[in-house]
T-cell receptor
Framework: KAGVTQTPRYLIKTRGQQVTLSCSPISGHRSVSWYQQTPGQGLQFLFE???????NKGNFPGRFSGRQFSNSRSEMNVSTLELGDSALYLCASSLMPTGTVSGNTIYFGEGSWLTVV | QKEVEQNSGPLSVPEGAIASLNCTYSDRGSQSFFWYRQYSGKSPELIMS????GDKEDGRFTAQLNKASQYVSLLIRDSQPSDSATYLCAALGGYNKLIFGAGTRLAVHP
């Protein structure tokens, strides 16, 4: 069974540009969450989607947005990139939304490494 | 104050010893707790989850939860060099958000 697939794995962008990251969850999983990981802040929750609806959102500026498609694939977009957006962006999938069912395991993808120069 | 706190380490233990990793959380409403292992350059991998006070054992791993003290720990018995990684503690807080600690780096030396 394929795991969570994220593309692209590595990318370099210039300040002010925008970027779109893609995530394909495990087959059958309908919940997709996005996290940002940096050495200084650790793993921080961005947002969660379930059945094409945003269920939850972390404390990030509006430059960070996402969406989910009918096939559960998800994309996140960061506009007007800043140097501080350089990070590993992790996508995670699960059968059900976070916190709704006991034992609902969250599986992470390998991540997309974003460098902003 | 961070919502989930961990000692960043590194925690260095000899091969075969018990590694003890600790985590405290601030949200008394948190009911579910998780330990993830993350190798350098890789994604986090769930190794233990715990929901009730007490101990939960799975192979060489034992998770301990004390909700009164808001404390979670992970014990790794018979530590192996392959256990060297960063261990992330996470708590399912209010609004169903998974809150991660900064992680503890464990180094197991032969």
């Amino acid at each position: 069974k394929a795991g969570v697939t994220q593309t692209p794995r590595y990318l370099i962008k210039t300040r002010g540009q925008q970027v779109t990251l893609s995530c394909s969850p495990i087959s059958g999983h309908r919940s997709v969450s996005w996290y940002q990981q940096t050495p200084g802040q650790g793993l921080q929750f961005l947002f969660e989607y379930f059945s094409e609806t945003q269920r939850n959102k972390g404390n990030f500026p509006g430059r960070f947005s996402g969406r989910q498609f009918s096939n559960s694939r998800s994309e996140m977009n960061v506009s007007t990139l800043e140097l501080g957006d350089s990070a590993l962006y992790l996508c995670a999938s699960s059968l059900m939304p976070t916190g709704t069912v006991s034992g609902n395991t969250i599986y992470f993808g390998e991540g997309s490494w974003l460098t902003v120069v | 104050q961070k919502e989930v706190e961990q000692n960043s380490g590194p925690l260095s233990v000899p091969e075969g010893a018990i590694a003890s990793l600790n985590c405290t959380y601030s949200d008394r409403g948190s009911q579910s707790f998780f330990w993830y292992r993350q190798y350098s350059g890789k994604s986090p991998e769930l190794i233990m989850s715990i929901y009730s006070n007490g101990d939960k054992e799975d192979g060489r791993f034992t998770a301990q939860l004390n909700k009164a003290s808001q404390y979670v720990s992970l014990l790794i018995r018979d530590s192996q060099p392959s256990d060297s990684a960063t261990y992330l503690c996470a708590a399912l807080g209010g609004y169903n958000k998974l809150i991660f600690g900064a992680g503890t780096r464990l180094a197991v030396h032969p």
